[in-house]
């Protein structure tokens, strides 16, 4: 894909949120993980660590087929590399991963997502939020710091429709209604935020040849 290309389909993510003050605020994961997975749907989080998140699935989504990948070895999983993956799933998560790799790489990992994908299948993705000072530079193995347009973009060249980009932050009760609901207003005039990741909801067409938000 050409940059060109690329700057296409991030000018589209921008036509849609100008600022990132227009990605409505998501204050817990799992409700928004829920809204889009039925029960009896098959689930793959790519990047599992110990699963955990699986079990809290379940708890909604009894009837789940949930299958783990994560290149550590310190658990179990059902695969070690998105190259191992043979079968379909209705929804793939990826939380806190894509930033860890090339660009290039990043693109052929959400190319595979696509192939694995159901119809209609959904894609949840976290990275951290490049407005929030330090939230990106914390971690020596982040390779590549995605503002939410080029995040965006990077789904619609692939192939994929985005339902929804949003603004993640999990904090205690208190400091969650201070910044959100009395110091935004200053964050933003100081051009940076405190929501710690950026939360891209894409779904793969039905009908393919489809492109855009």
Avoid at 49 to 72: H, M, Q, T, W
Avoid at 123 to 149: F, R
Wanted: aromatic share 14%.
């Amino acid at each position: 894909m050409e940059w060109g290309e690329q700057f296409k389909w991030r000018g589209k993510v921008h036509e849609r949120y100008p600022e990132v003050w227009n990605l409505r605020m998501v204050r817990k994961r799992l409700p928004f993980i829920l809204k889009y997975i039925k029960d009896g749907e098959a689930v793959l989080d790519i990047g599992a660590f110990d699963r955990s998140l699986g079990e809290r699935l379940r708890k909604d989504r009894p009837a789940i087929v949930y299958k783990s990948l994560d290149i550590d070895p310190t658990y179990h999983h059902d695969y070690l590399s998105l190259d191992q993956v043979q079968e379909r799933f209705d929804l793939v998560l990826l939380f806190e991963v894509i930033e860890h790799l090339d660009w290039n790489a990043g693109r052929e990992m959400v190319g595979k997502i696509h192939g694995i994908l159901n119809p209609g299948g959904r894609a949840i993705v976290t990275t951290p939020n490049v407005y929030t000072p330090g939230q990106y530079w914390k971690d020596a193995s982040h390779l590549t710091p995605y503002h939410y347009e080029e995040l965006g973009g990077l789904f619609i060249g692939q192939g994929f429709e985005v339902v929804e980009i949003c603004r993640l932050f999990n904090d205690a009760a208190i400091s969650y209604a201070a910044k959100v609901y009395f110091f935004a207003s200053f964050f933003r005039f100081l051009g940076i935020d405190f929501a710690k990741s950026i939360l891209l909801a894409a779904r793969k067409p039905r009908e393919e040849g489809f492109v855009g938000t």
